[in-house]
């Protein structure tokens, strides 16, 4: 299956502290994918026989376009029958009064960033923490299918397990924890960086990290994340698949192997675009992320055993 990211927007309603887009990773502007223009994205995605598709941001459920990517999700879905379509979103906006249109628009899986169950924690990573765990909740009473993304800081570690567990309860699908990507300039004020923890608390950590990962079956994300952290070692060539079975469309179009690569490869609404089919690796991985569901496609170091 092809896959391919729209971000629809970079705005959101939280302040994250390690955001791409507050750590002057990426810039946020008030730019909004335009919805009247489906057809061409249509057009687009059977061409490249992509039939999976994630919305993400900035938040795509912000409360300026909530109903619009809605109607959009609906649209799309009517137009392409066997397209997937995801979420990613911090879920603040999503409330008993508006879950109806939610369940109408019939998104496939509802991925929610929360990185900790602990209140306090959450608050200070991200915010909205009370309004995220009841739209989890309100999701699963709805029977739409949740994941959650979790990002690892050295604020959350002691909360792993108990965030696992909880939301393992709550009926959360599948937890996915990701490491931190600080850019190596980031000052880093609120000591969120991981690599700078010492060894007994990274041995810890990755105890933990190793029995949740190896429970949900992700043993070679496990290890990955091993030599990165615990071992140190560096990973040049990695396969996590962004370029070659997932793609990232930007806001005005532009297509882009993954979230960190400044080579565009052609725009969405030109009428003449020829994309190569096969897109080619990014070759971003372990430098500049340790990429957003890189657990699930990680098929491995290239050239090493793994
Ligand atoms: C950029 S956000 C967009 C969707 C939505 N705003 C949200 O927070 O879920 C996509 C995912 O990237 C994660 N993320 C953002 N900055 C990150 C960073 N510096 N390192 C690792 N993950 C990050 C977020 O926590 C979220 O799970
Ligand atoms: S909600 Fe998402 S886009 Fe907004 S600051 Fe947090 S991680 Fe960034």
Known sequence: ???????????????????FYN??????????????KIKKLI????????????LTGGDCLHKSIFNKTLSFVKKMKSSMKNLKV???????????????????????VFFISIDSVNVKTNDFLRGNTIKTLKAIKLLIENNVEVRTISVITAKNIHEVRRTYDTLKKMGVKEIIFQPVFLPLTYSDPFNLRIDNLDRIQIKKLFLCLRNILLEQNKERYYYLLEK??????????INCFMGNKKIVIHQNGNVTRCFHDQNVLGNIFDKNLRLPLKFGFCNNFGKKCVSLFAEKYYCGVRNERN
């Open 86 to 108: 995801n979420i990613i979103s911090s879920a603040v906006n999503i409330n008993e009064k508006n879950i109806y249109r939610l369940k109408e628009a019939k998104v496939d």
């Open 228 to 237: 990165l952290y615990l071992k140190q070692e560096t990973i040049n060539s």
């Open 43 to 54: 057009t687009f995605l059977k061409e490249y026989g992509i039939n999976e598709i994630c």
């Open 23 to 36: 750590t002057g990773h990426l810039k946020r502007t008030s730019s909004v994918f335009d919805f009247s």
């Open 1 to 19: 299956m092809l896959s391919a990211f729209l971000i629809i927007n970079s705005l959101c309603s939280n302040h994250c502290k390690y955001c």
